[in-house]
């Protein structure tokens, strides 16, 4: 089990390229990949490079109990750290279908290296009636050489949906859904509370020390605005870069974040008038 008061929690930035149209993907400021042709692609891509980097290798305890309350948390607590749609859709699913099924044989069980092992729900001819999911490590290579390994753990599984669908999901099918649930799950419900209240405060905290630095304004410069859509609350600075992403029932402190940056246009100008 993780001690989870020892978890650093990542800044995660999305920075639009003008001069080529692509979206490049930051984790502590730090450039970690680039290129991405859409801002929806870069975002699937740094969720998961942010789990990993604060989780590191995901695996298993084959001894760890898992209740349903702590499969509640893990999965509210999946819904603020992954922001697309279609990695939450799996993630309900994974929910459903693998990890609470009510069949007297389990879908799933936890190998002794902690990866997972899950049944085909619905087996095809010359597919694999058993799916393993594990984590691997990306090799290194001359853009990621400087990165630490963590930034370069992914999860992978040998599901056509893994394969065929990719750039939907970056990565993240039912299966490995299910996995990095039962992980957090299997850390505990006090765990999960304590670390749900800390990334609240995070947040808040690292936006207002965003606000203070003149070289961050420089990559989201104000005015800022608070977008809220049926997935998450988003910051949303003028040149359309993603500030801050949280989940949809923090827009309060979204706002509260926006009204103070903003705030500070007004300040600077009166100052300025002196």
């Known amino acids: 089990m993780l001690t989870i008061t020892a978890i650093g929690i990542p800044h995660k930035a999305i920075i639009p390229i003008p001069t080529d149209d692509t979206w490049d993907i930051y984790l502590n400021r730090q450039l970690v990949a680039s290129g991405y042709t859409s801002e929806r692609a870069a975002q699937l891509q740094l969720d998961l490079i942010a789990f990993h980097a604060m989780f590191g290798v995901v695996q298993l305890d084959p001894r760890g109990t898992v209740t349903d309350q702590a499969v509640d948390l893990a999965l509210q607590l999946m819904r603020r750290l992954f922001q697309a749609d279609p990695v939450r859709l799996r993630m309900e699913r994974a929910r459903r279908e693998i990890i609470r099924t009510m069949g007297t044989i389990p879908l799933y069980t936890i190998q002794p290296d902690g990866s997972l092992r899950v049944r085909a729900s619905h087996p095809r001819c010359g597919q694999p009636h058993v799916y393993q ?31 065929q669908r990719v750039q939907q999901h970056a990565g993240i099918c039912k299966h490995v859904a299910a996995k990095l649930i039962l992980f957090l799950a299997q850390q505990g419900t006090d765990a999960l509370k304590y670390l749900s209240n800390t990334l609240a405060e995070v947040s808040s905290r690292t936006a207002i020390d965003m606000i203070a630095d003149d070289a ?8 800022w605005e608070v977008l809220v859509e049926s997935s998450c609350t988003r910051i949303v600075a003028a040149n359309e870069a993603t500030v801050l992403a949280c989940s949809s029932a923090e827009k309060d402190i979204a706002r509260w974040i926006v009204c103070t940056a903003n705030a500070t246009i007004a300040t600077q100008a009166s100052a300025n008038n002196i």
């Open 216 to 223: 961050v304004l420089l990559a989201y410069p104000l005015p």
């Open 133 to 163: 999911v594990s984590t691997i490590i990306l090799p290194s290579s001359a853009e990621n050489y400087h990165l630490p390994e963590r930034c370069r753990l992914r999860e992978a599984c040998d599901c056509p949906d893994f394969a």
